[in-house]
């Protein structure tokens, strides 16, 4: 029997795991969602089949308290993980890397946010399908489609009862009013707000966006270019 190499052994796992079904279930807002137990049973079983056995190395990027809409204090955490698959028949190895964010009122954020790590590391270096598609999310684009305002009818009556000013005499007085004097707008330093929502970033996670994507993006973004890539 011909000996196979990790590469070989690799596709064979993307073939036993290309599709895990929804089994859990967020009741709060709805949806059903691939959970982590089912991710971990299904690859880990398929990568022992293979003789292939890893070691998971954490790295906390981000550590902070949030406010919640109630007023409530949380613990939010953000953790990148190292998942190195080791070919026991071999000494060839490969490291798969994810990131993931947590978040509780008391001591799992982070547990919370390495399980989520590992589970994304799986999923995407593994292209396991789920049956989502994130540009197939309809009610995020109504939600944040602009609508062209409508002008009120008090406003149409106040312009219909104006008397119409001679254009000549409307460019004279906007001419002559002064105007106010323009502020120099502050120096930001780019890799510490994300390039597409523009909010605050860590220095790690600035560092692991620019490493992995070009550019400085937050944790959101990155899963969000991860999933279109």
């Known amino acids: 029997m011909e000996k196979q190499n990790l590469r070989t052994k690799l596709a064979n796992v993307m073939k036993e795991c290309h599709y895990i079904q929804k089994t859990g279930k967020n009741n709060f807002h709805g949806y059903n969602y691939v959970t982590s137990a089912d991710v971990l049973d299904k690859v880990n079983t398929a990568l022992l089949n293979n003789g292939i056995i890893t070691t998971v190395i954490p790295a906390l990027l981000d550590f902070r308290e949030v406010t919640t ?6 613990k939010h955490a953000t953790v990148q993980v190292d998942v190195t698959l080791h070919d026991i028949h071999s000494n060839d190895t ?4 994810g990131i993931g ?3 509780d009122t008391g001591d ?11 589970k994304y590391a799986y999923m995407l270096s593994l292209c396991i399908a789920t049956g989502d598609d994130p540009e197939a999310d309809e009610r995020t684009d109504q ?7 409508q002008p009120s009818m008090a406003i149409k ?8 000013v001679p254009k000549s005499k409307l460019v004279k007085a906007l001419s002559t009013e002064p105007k106010a004097p323009t502020k120099a707008k502050p120096t930001v330093d780019d890799n510490h707000h994300c390039e597409e929502c523009g909010c605050d970033i860590s220095d790690n996670v600035s560092k692991y966006s620019l490493k992995y994507y070009g550019l400085p ?3 959101d973004c990155q899963k969000r270019a991860a999933r279109t890539a």
């Open 69 to 74: 809409a109630k007023g409530n204090v949380e």
């Open 94 to 97: 490969l490291t798969l890397s």
């Open 101 to 103: 964010s947590g978040q």
């Open 108 to 118: 799992k954020a982070i547990m919370k946010a390495e399980t989520a790590a590992i």
């Open 143 to 149: 939600n944040t489609a602009i609508k062209p305002s």
């Open 157 to 164: 009556e106040s312009k219909a009862n104006q008397p119409e």
């Open 217 to 219: 993006l937050c944790m």
